[in-house]
Antibody
Framework: DVQLVESGGGLAQPGGSLRLSCAASGFTFAHFAMTWVRQAPGKGLEWVSTISGDGDKTFYAGSAKGRFSISRDYSMNTLILQMNNLRAEDTAVYYC?????????????WGQGTLVTVS | QSALTQPASVSGSPGQSITVSCTGTYSDVGAFHYVSWYQHRPGKAPKVIIYDVRERPSGVSPRFSGSKSGNTASLTISGLQAEDEADYYCCSYGGTGTLSIFGTGTRVTVL
């Protein structure tokens, strides 16, 4: 079975940094694009960033561009989101999701999420 | 790019059918046959229930169905059940610079 387990969330100060991880198992990690989606308290889902299966192509929402960096560790089958210069509005639950089509709004498996609080 | 527009809430009685709309533009929902729908219960991982406008993943109840007309996609839940209470989000290709765009979300309540 596909499993995605996020970690790394917690409390950060404005201007600070956090590194989120998503451990993937149950599928060939390099064969799938991966995506981060977040949900701020009381708000809807928001696409954050996507990386291709080979890691060569990365995409960011405007809110993340220039501050967040998505990457993959193939040795550990782990998706990473490095978040710098954090703002209060980055407070959210961050989900990783498997992205079979590299975009197009289709995410077939999701993790349980990790909470990031910027305060 | 703004989120796709959904009604904030939709409700129905057990056994009834309800429809949730998702309105975008000619450059996202209207441009491609790629609209997905996600069911999200509090504290749980979102779950895809419809992809490619009307396709159901294996294991998803046939009570869920999708359609699209122009710039508006729709999710219909037939034979509404208490377990269908959740938030529902549509998602589509977002156009240049935005790989994916979600709808504003709809809270479905079973009366």
């Amino acid at each position: 079975d596909v499993q995605l387990v996020e970690s790394g969330g917690g409390l950060a100060q404005p201007g600070g940094s956090l590194r989120l991880s998503c451990a993937a198992s149950g599928f060939t990690f390099a064969h799938f694009a991966m995506t981060w989606v977040r949900q701020a308290p009381g708000k809807g889902l928001e696409w954050v960033s996507t990386i291709s299966g080979d890691g060569d192509k990365t995409f960011y929402a405007g809110s993340a561009k220039g501050r967040f960096s998505i990457s993959r560790d193939y040795s550990m089958n782990t998706l990473i989101l490095q978040m710098n210069n954090l703002r209060a509005e980055d407070t959210a639950v961050y989900y990783c999701a498997r992205d079979p089509r590299l975009g197009w709004g289709y995410f077939d498996n999701w993790g349980q999420g990790t909470l990031v609080t910027v305060s | 790019q703004s989120a796709l527009t959904q009604p904030a809430s939709v409700s129905g009685s057990p056994g009834q059918s309800i429809t949730v709309s998702c309105t975008g533009t000619y450059s996202d929902v209207g441009a491609f046959h790629y609209v997905s729908w996600y069911q999200h219960r509090p504290g749980k991982a979102p779950k895809v229930i419809i992809y490619d406008v009307r396709e159901r993943p294996s294991g998803v109840s046939p009570r869920f169905s999708g359609s699209k007309s122009g710039n508006t996609a729709s999710l219909t839940i037939s034979g509404l059940q208490a377990e269908d209470e959740a938030d529902y989000y549509c998602c589509s290709y977002g156009g240049t610079g935005t790989l994916s765009i979600f709808g504003t979300g709809t809270r479905v309540t079973v009366l």
